[in-house]
Each structure stands twice: as structure tokens, then as C-alpha cells.
Antibody
């Protein structure tokens, strides 16, 4: 069974850094794209970017380029999404998804940024 | 960047009726690389369709997808109570792999 298990909810202050994770199992992690999708409160889905763990080929949406960093460690089947300086507007649920379209989805990680 | 526009924003129908949801792209979607998702409150989205018309595993045959180029349609025949949700389209033919803004299917 394919599973994407994400790290737990986070509460942070503006300006703080954060790294959330997504661990894949039940499929070949290295050779399957992993993407990240943002959903702000009460809003729609936004595609942020994607990584191919085997060679770390990474593509970003222009809206998120320079705002976040996507990475992966294939030896532990885990992808990451990180911020160096959070803003209140980063408050959202973040989903990891398998493949260039979401064959499988993680359960989501709620990130709350508030002073 | 390809912009996807979904219509209508909200669709009010009764169980047993037929639903037709539209997704229009600002430019042609490569090889009909278009997916549809269903999202219920408090849940992650679920893949319904890929390649515009191929149902994902476990999706009932009352869901069907069609279209090519810039115009795509998701049709749900004989609506069941569990079908009332928000539906999104996504193109994955050209990075960034953008989503539409969603159509809310609500019970009339």
C-alpha cells in the first residue's frame, strides 16, 4: 500500500524557520516525483513545486520560487519543504503528492504562523 | 504559465441529477495531461481522473472525463449524496502544473 506520511502540525512566529517532511512507502520513492501543494484557509489548491528524488531535479512555481526550498533524501524516502523566514501569509495546509499529478496525497501538515 | 478557469463556481443540484463541470485552459494542454480531484471538508483531495478521461483506481463509472486542447469536462451522472464536494482540475503538461480555482457542488 502506498503511503505518504507527513510531519505534524506546527505553530510558528513570523521570521522563524521551518522544515516539514513527507515520508513515502510502498513504492519506489527515488523514481517517482514528489510535489507540494498549498491550501490556504478556505481557499483552493496551489501547486508549489516538485522534485525527482533520484537526481534532485526540482521545479518551482514562479509564485513560490525563492520563497521555499524543496528537497529530498532518497536514503530515507523523505521529501522536505522548508522556509527560512515565515510570514503570517504562509499559514496554510501543505500537502505532499506523489507523481506529477496527485496519484496519492499525504494527510496534510497545518502550518500556523502568528505572533 | 497555463491558467485554468473552472465553471461554474458553485453548482446546486439534487441527488440523482447529472452534473457537468467545466475546466478551460488559457492555452492548449499538452497531450491532454489534465487531472480532476474531489475534496471533501477536512480531507485531502482524491484523484478522480488523469489524462483527461482515465478514471483512477476505485472511482465509480458514474464519473467520466472528456475534452482536449483547452476545453475539458467532468461529468457525474446520477449524483449520489457522497458526490457533493469541491472539484478541482489540474494540468500537468507544462510546468508549473497549475490548478483551477475549484467548483463547489452543493445539494439543492
Amino acid at each position: 500500500e502506498v503511503q505518504l506520511v507527513q510531519s505534524g502540525a506546527e505553530v510558528k512566529k513570523p521570521g522563524e524557520s521551518l522544515k516539514i517532511s513527507c515520508k513515502g512507502s510502498g513504492y519506489s520513492f527515488s523514481t517517482s516525483w514528489i510535489g507540494w501543494v498549498r491550501q490556504m484557509p478556505g481557499k483552493g489548491l496551489e501547486w508549489m513545486g516538485i522534485i525527482f528524488p533520484s537526481d534532485s531535479d526540482t521545479r518551482y512555481s514562479p509564485s513560490f520560487q525563492g520563497q521555499v526550498t524543496i528537497s529530498a533524501v532518497k536514503s530515507i524516502n523523505t521529501a522536505y519543504l522548508q522556509w527560512s523566514s515565515l510570514k503570517a501569509s504562509d499559514t496554510a495546509i501543505y500537502y505532499c503528492v506523489r507523481h506529477v499529478y496527485g496519484i496519492d496525497w499525504g494527510q496534510g501538515t497545518l502550518v500556523t504562523v502568528s505572533s | 504559465e497555463i491558467v485554468l478557469t473552472q465553471s461554474p463556481g458553485t453548482l446546486s443540484l439534487s441527488p440523482g441529477e447529472r452534473a457537468t463541470l467545466s475546466c478551460r485552459a488559457s492555452q492548449s494542454v499538452t497531450s491532454s495531461y489534465l487531472a480532476w480531484y474531489q475534496q471533501k471538508p477536512g480531507q485531502a483531495p482524491r484523484l478522480l481522473m488523469s489524462g483527461a478521461s482515465s478514471r483512477a483506481t476505485g472511482i465509480p463509472d458514474r464519473f467520466s472525463g472528456s475534452g482536449s486542447g483547452t476545453d475539458f469536462t467532468l461529468t457525474i451522472t446520477r449524483l449520489e449524496p457522497e458526490d457533493f464536494a469541491v472539484y478541482y482540475c489540474q494540468q500537468y503538461g507544462s510546468s508549473p502544473y497549475t490548478f483551477g480555482q475549484g467548483t463547489k457542488l452543493e445539494i439543492k
